[in-house]
């Protein structure tokens, strides 16, 4: 065990996360929004209800930054907490294959 190195990922996912309310407030992430769609179904979403997902998520060492973040709704966020990055594929696919 290194607890320098556990405390140098604590202090990362802090920043993250800092970094990630910091973003939430910019004009980017509103105008973002605004646009009332979700990035990974395209289901039309009240800016109010979409959420900031990390598309690499932070505890896997994804960062804040706005290549990595994306508007998501509230089905597809709960769905990828839950679904093995695998069936996140498939998940998404079934959106992809539609005509
Ligand atoms: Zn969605």
Redesign the pocket.
Known sequence: MNPYAYDLDERDLKRERQKARELRQSQWWKRRCAKGR??????P?PAGELTMDHIVPIARGGKTTKGNVVP??????N?KKQLLPMEWDAYLQSFHTQP
Do not use: V
């Open positions: 979700c990035h990974y179904c395209g289901r979403t998501a709704c509230k089905a597809c966020n769905k």
